[in-house]
């Protein structure tokens, strides 16, 4: 997109390139039944980064609780479709398609069972991981993979407890502290993000957030007994 902006020294207008926004579409269900739910945290993820930015997500378009604001001198969308969670591509290729975004400026907010509870990991690519929010967005960008997914691990069901059960869970105590640190860790990367792209930064963030929660002794002694 093309700005004209008043160079002062000259007396004319110059042309400078706009940059194009990013789109960042939250997954979830709604309705108060299922607040605070791990299959929701792609929603909690918006609410997030709106609030950390002060932007009012407020609206309703393309079937998704919508806002838009500036980060940085770059616009962002935020959207959280409406349409239940395996619906949700009914609003997000609709959303892309109106803006006219590259999907490599589309970044989809999910939960994952097969990362530890609260890791996160940003990948530019890839398929569905047998998530259904996933597989509506992918058939509504005609089959094209080629965004960014934000993963939001939940960590995985206990013992023989039906996956959809676990889902529609409330997050314990300890689980909803991890997600919480998440959450601002993630709108940290998201900042970088808009400021960089998917540069080197990603994978340095990945693979801090694969070992974040184990825990290294430090303690001299401790260390000393193993040769003792």
Aim: some cysteine.
């Amino acid at each position: 997109m093309l700005r004209r902006v008043l160079n002062p020294n000259r007396g004319f207008y110059t042309s400078v390139q706009s940059p194009k926004p990013w789109l960042f579409v939250g997954l979830g269900n709604p309705g108060e039944k299922f607040k605070g739910t791990r299959h929701n945290v792609g929603f909690n993820m918006i609410d997030a980064f709106a609030e950390s930015q002060g932007i009012a997500v407020d609206t309703v378009f393309c079937k998704a609780i919508f806002g838009k604001g500036m980060v940085d001198g770059v616009p962002v969308l935020l959207a959280k479709p409406q349409t239940y969670m395996n619906l949700s591509g009914e609003s997000s290729g609709p959303l892309a398609a109106y803006y006219k975004l590259p999907l490599n400026r589309v970044v989809v907010f999910h939960d994952d069972m097969d990362l530890p509870c609260g890791v996160l990991r940003i990948q530019p690519r890839g398929g569905h991981g047998s998530h259904n929010g996933m597989k509506s967005v992918i058939h509504h960008f005609r089959g094209n993979r080629e965004f960014v997914r934000l993963r939001i691990g939940i960590g995985k069901p206990p013992g023989q407890m039906d996956p959809k059960a676990f889902l529609l869970q409330k997050f314990n105590a300890t689980a909803q502290e991890r997600i919480n640190v998440g959450l601002k860790e993630e709108v940290v990367a998201l900042k970088e993000l808009v400021a960089k792209g998917m540069d080197e930064w990603v994978g340095r963030f990945n693979a801090e957030q694969k070992y974040k929660h184990i825990k290294v002794t430090d303690n001299a002694d401790t260390m000393l007994s193993r040769f003792d």
